[in-house]
């Protein structure tokens, strides 16, 4: 995707490209190859570069003035991570204008399909790493995360163990983000401390690469990273490959890329004490955070706004399915009946609760529907409809700040901030 807006904040220009669609030669589904195992999932790197390529040359088809542009920046999914192959930065650097990207960095990367956010195979990498540095709740200290399955540095590890020769052609790893940032920079964009968060690697207090959580993972790593630095640093100015392909100003600054939930923290202008949530097929809440508290669940990364703070994220597995399902139980599929009904009961629903996990839940790591009436007795029947509806809402947001609370989030009423 991308989006051009002038000094005003006004749009004047996007556009995107969609990977199954506009490259099928790529052969993805939903821009992905899900392997034999189900558990490994990759994304092919050049897809990546050559989607740049498309929609850079729908931007000049259509007239868009290159030259005007004064400075860029990007997200990138996080926990995906790129590979370059020894001898690659010289390729990057000089490109030649009279090809695409993509034909340029075709020979450039090392392992030629990315592991991305939504691969779970590196369990025994996750172990590994957590009984290096003392356990879970520790890892969690360090890195804001205990080990997870789609974080870099477990996904690192893996590659390692499974093809040392390819980690040892690998002269530097890129997260998406810091990727991207380079193929406009020309040169290795360093990795973002709020996107270096996400991978089990980066101590977030000190902003440093952690010594003990890199010999878990692979050799001589801390070399193929490359120091981070602040989400917000101005990296350099644009390539000449864009500068003579496209026409941008010598003068285009680029601006450290990050990943997209920190991007979001960014985008919708958070401050300390406010809370964001997006309700999508898995629900994530975010929010700026002073002194945070890393626990089991949930992860803290460092605020892409400011280095000197944080911020919170959740991640709940049963969110829009887990509505929707209700709603087609309880309101003949219409989310109409749904709010009527929820508007027919009252706040607290006269002591009713419920906790709606169709699937595994992430936080907490619980399955099943589990009802309580007033009296704490568990109800195994089931509730009248619209005590249902009321009872799973309130109870996914019930949730929803009793965890953000255990991270250090305080919730204080209206009035308590004036």
């Known amino acids: 995707k991308v989006i051009a807006i002038d000094e005003q904040l006004r749009v004047i220009y996007e556009d995107n490209v969609h ?56 997200a990138g999914q996080q926990h995906g991570s790129v590979y370059w192959k020894k001898g690659s930065i010289q390729i990057l650097k000089n490109a030649s204008p009279e090809l695409p990207l993509h034909q340029s960095l075709k020979g450039c990367f090392s392992v030629s399909n990315s592991p991305i956010w939504m691969d779970s195979s590196t ?30 540095g477990n996904q690192i590890a893996k590659i390692y163990s499974q093809n040392p020769e390819v980690y040892k052609q690998t002269e530097r790893i890129s997260l998406v983000s810091s990727f991207a ?51 917000h640093s101005v990296l350099g100015t644009i390539s000449p490959y864009f500068i003579q392909h496209y026409g941008f100003s010598p003068d285009c600054k680029i601006v450290s890329f990050t990943g997209d939930n920190p991007a979001s923290l960014a985008g919708m202008k958070l401050q300390e004490g406010d809370i964001a949530i997006s309700l999508g097929t898995s629900d994530t809440l975010f929010l700026w955070i002073q002194e945070p508290t890393p626990a089991l669940e949930g992860h803290i990364l460092c605020n892409p706004v400011d280095s000197q703070t944080y911020m919170a994220l959740l991640c709940f597995k049963n969110g829009s399915l887990m509505r929707e399902r209700i709603r087609n139980d309880c309101a003949s599929g219409s989310w109409d009946e749904f709010s009527k009904a929820l508007s027919s009961t009252v706040a607290g629903n006269n002591g009713n ?29 089931g509730f009248p409809k619209e005590v249902e509806i009321r009872a799973l809402i309130e109870g996914q947001f019930m949730a929803k700040r009793i ?14 901030q004036m």
């Open 19 to 74: 990977f199954d669609k506009d490259l099928p030669e790529f052969k993805t589904q939903g821009g992905v190859y899900i392997h034999s195992d189900r558990l490994t999932v990759t994304s092919p790197v050049l897809m990546w570069v050559k989607a740049l390529d498309m929609i850079l040359e729908k931007m000049k088809s259509s007239g868009f003035s290159f030259s005007e542009v004064r400075a860029l920046s990007g």
């Open 123 to 152: 369990a025994s990498q996750c172990s590994a790493l957590e009984n290096a540095v003392g356990g879970a709740q520790h890892l969690a200290r360090i890195t804001g995360s205990r080990a997870y399955e789609r974080f870099t």
């Open 181 to 231: 940032a380079s193929l406009f920079l020309g040169t290795y964009a360093p990795i973002d401390y709020s996107d270096g968060s996400g991978m089990n690697l980066l101590q977030i207090w000190e902003k440093v690469w952690s010594k003990p959580c890199l010999d878990a993972c692979a050799p001589g790593l801390e070399e193929r990273l490359g120091c981070p630095v602040p989400s």
């Open 353 to 381: 609760l419920g906790f709606y996990f169709d699937v595994m839940e992430i936080t907490p790591e619980a399955v099943g529907i589990h009802r309580f009436n007033r009296d704490n007795q568990q109800v195994v029947t």
């Open 403 to 416: 965890h953000a609370e255990k991270l250090g989030y305080k919730v204080c009423k209206y009035d308590e």
